[in-house]
């Protein structure tokens, strides 16, 4: 990083780099859509792939394939009933990021508009 950015910039581009996982997964379209509807499912245990995939308008494989990259960062989970996998809207650390990303947008904000004022 260097001599170029002040503290404050610097833990901004850390916490970007800490969640670069997370952003990537908010930044596709069909990514948003399949977490608006797991978090608004009335379903107890979950939706399968195959009403989700229709739900968004994908192939079974491509949501399986979004559904996959939302899981490995913990934003959704899955559970298993005899051969029918159930999805389910977890976020795990994923607000808490945001908040965090946020929280330190704001002082690289406050502390720039310091030093230029």
Same mark, same amino acid.
């Given at each position: 990083m260097g001599d170029q950015y002040s503290q404050?910039?610097?833990?901004?581009?850390?916490e970007f780099q800490s969640d =670069? +996982?997370?952003l990537?997964?908010?930044a596709n379209p069909n990514r948003q859509r399949l977490l608006m509807?797991?978090?608004t499912m009335q379903e107890p245990h979950g939706l399968m792939v195959n009403d989700l995939?229709?739900?968004i308008g994908l192939s079974q494989p491509a949501t399986s394939h979004h559904l996959k990259a939302l899981r490995? =960062? +913990?934003m959704v989970a899955s559970h298993q009933q005899g051969n029918i996998v159930y999805?389910?809207?977890?976020l795990n650390d994923t607000i808490a990021r945001l908040e965090r990303l946020t929280s330190t947008l704001k002082r690289q904000a406050h502390h720039e508009a310091k030093r230029v004022g």
């Amino acid at each position: 990083m260097g001599d170029q950015y002040s503290q404050a910039q610097e833990a901004a581009l850390k916490e970007f780099q800490s969640d =670069i +996982g997370h952003l990537n997964a908010l930044a596709n379209p069909n990514r948003q859509r399949l977490l608006m509807i797991l978090g608004t499912m009335q379903e107890p245990h979950g939706l399968m792939v195959n009403d989700l995939a229709k739900a968004i308008g994908l192939s079974q494989p491509a949501t399986s394939h979004h559904l996959k990259a939302l899981r490995d =960062i +913990g934003m959704v989970a899955s559970h298993q009933q005899g051969n029918i996998v159930y999805y389910y809207l977890t976020l795990n650390d994923t607000i808490a990021r945001l908040e965090r990303l946020t929280s330190t947008l704001k002082r690289q904000a406050h502390h720039e508009a310091k030093r230029v004022g």
